[in-house]
């Protein structure tokens, strides 16, 4: 799941005193988060836990629920 992905990823990060600073979802999980509600929730969800920011397209559905919730966000110029 993504939340599994993130905390390998925060344990990974925390093993070599690398801090993570965001979160920005590759390949099609990028471009399915940016139009499918569900899916983009689920990558908010994920995220949530870690409080960190996400990046992705502006004017996306993730974009949109992103901001509708108070989330942080970084998102890519189009």
Not at 30 to 58: C, H, K, M, S, T
Request: with cysteine.
């Amino acid at each position: 799941t993504c939340r599994e992905q993130l905390q390998t990823l925060n344990e990974l990060a925390a093993e070599v005193g690398w801090p993570v600073r965001y979160v920005k979802p590759h390949g099609a999980l990028y471009n399915q988060a940016a139009r499918d509600r569900v899916i983009a929730e689920a990558v908010l969800a994920a995220v949530a836990v870690f409080r960190w920011p996400v990046v992705g397209l502006p004017g996306s559905v993730i974009q949109t629920m992103a901001q509708d919730h108070g989330a942080q966000t970084a998102f890519l110029g189009g």
